[in-house]
């Protein structure tokens, strides 16, 4: 296996071997600085391919630890430490339009009913919350990234 002859006489894993000549030899490893089309483009294909670096370096012709840096510095815009209150009601607002939309959509899913009245008793709280869409929230927030928001 060629991944094992490279890393032969070598102190270190064969993987750590092949992953530094897989770097050192890509072809993509240095294009320049990144021009202002191409931030953009990297802006959009991180909104279209969420955190799949390797697909977007792939279309961008860059390793993907290029782009992964990048994308970092172009979050410089996020706000750090507490949200101010119109955050959080905005936050609040996004969050309260999610669930009725989810509540609409399922109703029958969410819901416990009693056997006697047929009438819903209460809400799988679990059911509710399962699966946001914290892209999207984050998206809406603008200054706060997905993390950000599933911790708020």
């Known amino acids: 296996m060629f991944k094992l002859l ?12 092949y992953q530094r000549a897989k770097k050192m030899y ?3 490893r240095y294009k320049g600085k990144y ?25 961008m012709d860059r390793t993907d630890t290029s782009v992964i840096c990048r994308a970092r510095l172009l979050k410089k815009s996020l ?29 029958h899913d969410l819901t416990i009913t009693d056997s006697d ?5 209460s ?6 919350y399962k699966n946001l869409p914290w892209c999207a929230i984050a998206e809406q927030m603008e200054h706060r990234n997905w993390l950000q928001c599933r911790q708020k």
Request: charged share 30%; aromatic share 8%.
């Open 123 to 128: 809400i799988f709280r679990e059911h509710l």
């Open 6 to 17: 490279l890393a032969e006489g070598i102190p270190r894993p064969w993987k750590s071997v």
């Open 35 to 59: 021009t202002e089309e191409e931030l953009e483009r990297l802006n959009n294909l991180h909104k279209v391919h969420g955190n799949r670096w390797v697909k977007i370096a792939n279309l």
């Open 79 to 107: 706000y750090q430490g507490a949200w101010s209150k119109e955050e959080v009601r905005t936050f609040m607002k996004i969050m309260e339009n999610i669930m009725t939309e989810r509540m609409q959509e399922s109703h």
């Open 26 to 28: 890509d072809p993509n």
């Open 117 to 121: 009245t047929n009438a819903p008793n």
